[in-house]
């Protein structure tokens, strides 16, 4: 085979493995960084999230936003990787495989997605680093990168923590989609 046939021929496998990359592809690939980026129900850039796996199965995850009221926020892990807006109802429920009851203060609970609050102070911007050992990045029963994905969702109000089955955090304000890195 001669140089140039050899480079069509893996020009083409390169085209065909991009094309046929999936969620679950990334899944099964061991993936231990993802990202979203934020935004509003207008579509704006708000803010991001990072998220890692520790050899653990930690999931480690950072949110940094500005533009957002001040005060608490709920911020979940939702079980479907879309974010149309302005509801950002595409997102689905709360990540929740497992089947589990809402909250991190709930003895029966917590979905595999729940996170403590954001705080946002008076200008707009929040910042939440926490880590969370019920969702992971890895293949198995509660990765993100099941069939259809997953995203980062925050909500206008605080989470109690406890009802089902958002904590009475209200509205979806903010929305990403997690991506491997």
Do not use: K, Y
Request: aromatic share 2%; charged share 15%.
């Amino acid at each position: 085979m001669d140089t140039r046939s050899v480079r069509q021929a893996f020009g083409g496998l390169v085209v065909a493995a991009l094309l046929g990359l999936t969620v679950s592809a990334v899944a099964a690939s061991g993936a231990t960084h993802a990202s979203a980026r934020l935004v509003d129900g207008s579509g704006a850039t708000v803010g991001w999230a990072r998220l890692v796996e520790d050899e653990a199965g930690r999931l480690h995850l950072v949110v940094q936003v500005d533009g957002l009221s001040p005060g608490r926020h709920g911020i979940h892990l939702h079980a479907v990787g879309s974010c149309i807006g302005p509801s950002f109802a595409s997102a689905g429920g709360h990540h929740n495989p497992l089947a589990a009851e809402h909250g991190l203060a709930n003895p029966a609970g917590a979905h595999a997605g729940d996170l403590p609050n954001l705080e946002v102070n008076v200008a707009g911007r929040g910042h939440l680093q926490t880590v969370s050992d019920r969702a992971t990045l890895s293949v198995g029963p509660v990765s993100l990168f099941d069939r259809d994905g997953s995203a980062v969702i925050i909500h206008a109000s605080e989470d109690d923590q406890v009802t089902n089955p958002t904590g009475n955090s209200g509205a979806r304000v903010a929305c990403g989609v997690i991506e491997a890195r």
